[in-house]
């Protein structure tokens, strides 16, 4: 039987644990933990992920202050808004949501970010730190997954984990991740020779391309965890992976679904990073 691993069902218990503490830092201090969001364009999807994280917030007692920026908005003017966030004490987090315009830089936008602020951990500061292995707010996606891989007892070490992707913002901090954890580490990307012979010799297979469906029964050895961050949209409109589920599941030892995986992990990662950057502030 193929386990499917549950990330609604991983990411409650999360949120639980989170309305506590942020109970208790409301007791202690009379002051609310605060997330600054700031949306610019009009990108369907990201208001999608905005929205969800928002009602995440909401549900665990962080206050959102939203910004909705036109897509019109300059550098300069993101620039400053960062700026102001930075030095809002009622502001513990800024969440800057990707992607931006195409006229944005974004390089640029990350590193006005305050490092102890940047719950998405995407400052070079950050990334520095979880290289070297020291104390960071780290990325919220691979920290979900590992998280989801914790939760299930799913040992890493000495295991041979594929990364198929080499963002900033998952593939290589996802590495670095399951490195940590004595994991044997292979990342792949576009230009891998032959990807299914890469992908058949994982264990734990973490698909991070946005490719829809792109990893099929070939890319799978028998028993492998398949942790699949892909949110994309099929041909017929229908949200799926970066993993063909039906092939994938008949092969796999345990799976992640979409939607239902990762998705709801990094969200609930963005509010434990949120509650540590206020108790650190
Ligand atoms: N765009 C896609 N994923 C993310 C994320 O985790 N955080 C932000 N800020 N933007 C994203």
New binding site residues.
Partial sequence: MTLIIDGNHVAASVREQAKRSAQDYLQQTGKSIGLAVVLVGDDPASAVYVRMKEQDCAEVGIQTFDHRLSEETTQDELNQLIGKLNADESVHGI????PLPGHLDEEAAIAQISPEKDV?GFTAENLGRTLRGQNALRA??PLGVMRLLEHYDIDTCGKHAVVVGRST?VGKPQSLLLLEKNATVTICHSRTADLPAVCRQADILVAAVGVAELLGADCIKPGAVVIDVGINRNKEGKLVGDVDFEAASSLAGAITPVPGGVGPM?RAMLIENTIQSALDA
């Fill in positions: 969440l800057v949501q990707l998405d919220c996606t913002i990094t």
